[in-house]
């Protein structure tokens, strides 16, 4: 699976196409993307996470700045569904999805 991930939020622009073989591959690719941003300390911090546990915090950040009621996913499909929902992310390739 491939996806287009789009968004700018906190001073980060994410404008890239991110891949794995299933939803929670995809997302550990967008979590390991965000680290390397975030610098050592709260990296560390980001990478600790399983992909769905930061799925889930990202949600509630998303929520609490910008004062929306997204459902806390509980699977990673469930998250990237959301982003192709909500216009953050394009599916570029299903991969059998």
Partial sequence: MKLHVHFEAGGMKVDEVVAGQSAEEVVASMQKRVAAELGFLKGAFVRAMTPLAFAQEVTRRYNSAMKESAPI????????????????ATLVEDGGR
């Fill in 73 to 88: 996913p509980q699977t990673c499909e469930q998250f990237i569904d959301y982003g192709i929902d909500k216009n953050f």
